[in-house]
C-alpha cells in the first residue's frame, strides 16, 4: 500500500459489519490529511460529534483513487478512533 496514494477528501470505508465476507463497506468520513506518515486525520465535516479524529495507517487494507479501505469492521473503527491529535502525528 502506497501512503502517497492517500488524498485529501478521498472517503474511507470500514468494513461492513459482516467484515470482508460480509455487508458492503460502510463510509466513516473522509480523509483530512496523512500526518507524519503514521496517522490519518478524518474531517471534522462528517465526524457525528463535528471534530477531527484520527486512525493509524496500518489500519488501511487497500487504497484506490476512489476511496481508503480499512482493516476493520465499523463498530471496531468506531470504538477505536482518537478523539485527540495522536504524539507524533
Given amino acids: 500500500m502506497e501512503i502517497s496514494k492517500i488524498k485529501e477528501h478521498l472517503p474511507v470505508y470500514a468494513e461492513g459489519s459482516g467484515g470482508l465476507a460480509g455487508a458492503s463497506d ?16 478524518l474531517t471534522k465535516n462528517n465526524a457525528h460529534d463535528g471534530k477531527h479524529h484520527w486512525f493509524p495507517i496500518n489500519w488501511v487494507r487497500a487504497v484506490d483513487e476512489r476511496a481508503v479501505y480499512l482493516n476493520k469492521t465499523v463498530d471496531e473503527a468506531m470504538a477505536q478512533l482518537l478523539n485527540e491529535q495522536p504524539t507524533g502525528a
Fill in 26 to 41: 460502510t463510509h466513516i468520513g473522509n480523509v483530512d490529511a496523512v500526518e507524519n506518515g503514521n496517522y490519518i486525520k
